[in-house]
């Protein structure tokens, strides 16, 4: 299994230059998902940046590696989300600067083993506070999101896949749907300093280098 990278837009030109540099790139091709580069020694190294579509165009000869660093270097307004069960965080960002955000956390107890009557009366009071909880993110993520709509790019989610589903099928913050991407990130407690976080990881392109068939090294 091939290993992939994580890599931002200050650091991509670097990475692709010194893969051309050892594998010789001997053309490009560029899809809407991604971008593949195919080395004269057989080797491949599919780019998937943040925020497709690309413009797709026929494969080139050589290395030309420029719409894609275009596209990852513009500047987008990212609304960010993220929920885990008793806390959430919110914000939006122009580009890597964090211009409005809204942390904020509720308890809700852990599950409870004991059994019985007394399990059933604590499992209730634990879905209670989940609701509680989860309302207060889509409260939140509405004033937060809806107010910066109109400018918004994208969205991008992370957290725990149950809690986000149910804040995001909350009426209030249900019109944002159509600019959220298809991938959670997996983040621990939605702190600040986790949100403060997120532009190095949702502006990153996931590189996925190949070897040749037959040359069993890693990169």
Do not use: C
Not at 42 to 62: C, K, Q, R, W, Y
Not at 93 to 99: E, H
Not at 140 to 159: K, Q, S, T
């Amino acid at each position: 299994m091939s290993e992939t990278f994580e890599i931002p837009p200050e650091r991509l030109a670097a990475w692709l230059e010194r893969w051309d540099g050892e594998h010789r790139t001997t053309w490009t091709r560029t899809q809407p998902g991604r971008v593949t580069f195919t080395g004269a020694d057989g080797a491949t190294l599919e780019a998937a940046p943040p925020f497709p579509p690309l413009v797709s165009i026929a494969a080139v000869d050589g290395f030309a590696p420029e719409r894609l660093l275009a596209h990852v270097r513009r500047d987008r307004v990212v609304g960010v989300l993220l929920v885990r069960l008793g806390g959430y965080a919110v914000g939006v960002f122009a580009g890597k600067r964090l211009v409005e955000s809204k942390v904020g956390a509720r308890n809700v107890h852990g599950r409870n083993r004991a059994g019985g009557q007394s399990q059933r009366r604590y499992e209730r009071r634990r879905e209670g506070q989940a609701r509680v909880s989860n309302d207060a993110a889509a409260e939140v993520a509405a004033r937060i999101l809806n107010a910066h709509v109109e400018d918004l790019d994208a969205i991008v989610l992370g957290g725990d896949r149950f809690a986000l589903a149910t804040v995001m099928e909350d009426v209030r913050v249900r019109r944002l749907a159509r600019f959220t991407s298809d991938r959670i990130f997996d983040v621990p407690d939605p702190k600040l300093a986790v949100l403060r976080a997120m532009p190095d990881r949702f502006r990153a392109t996931i590189l996925n280098p190949r070897p040749a068939a037959g040359d069993g090294s890693a990169r």
